[in-house]
């Protein structure tokens, strides 16, 4: 095998430019302290904005601020409940990913 046959093969394997511009999207929104408090709020129990902001000791409209970046990377979703709205992770690989490097960062 070639140098240009094994580099055409791992050019191959490699995501899309669209898929990786997305995935440093992704990790452009973990890479703020008080998106990833929430996150970690989040796992523990879905929350309204009032009681995320009290828990981080933060205005309502900074939680909500953070909470519309996390809402436009579908990292969590919320489920309008009368005048308010509840929040909680969109999924299971939110938590799985903030775990991963946790673990990472204590090795």
């Known amino acids: 095998m070639t140098q240009m046959e094994k580099f055409d093969g791992i050019k191959q394997k490699m995501p899309s430019d669209e898929t990786m511009y997305e995935l440093a999207e992704v990790f452009k929104v973990f890479g703020d302290q008080t998106r990833a408090k929430i996150l970690c709020l989040l796992n ?62 204590a090795e």
């Open 44 to 105: 523990i129990n879905d929350l309204f904005v009032s009681e995320i902001a009290q828990l981080l000791n933060m205005s309502l409209s900074a939680v909500s601020h953070q909470l519309r970046i996390l809402r436009n990377a579908k990292l969590v979703k919320g489920t309008k409940q009368g005048k308010e709205v509840l929040y909680s992770l969109d999924d299971d690989h939110i938590m799985s990913i903030i775990k991963l490097t946790l673990t990472h960062i």
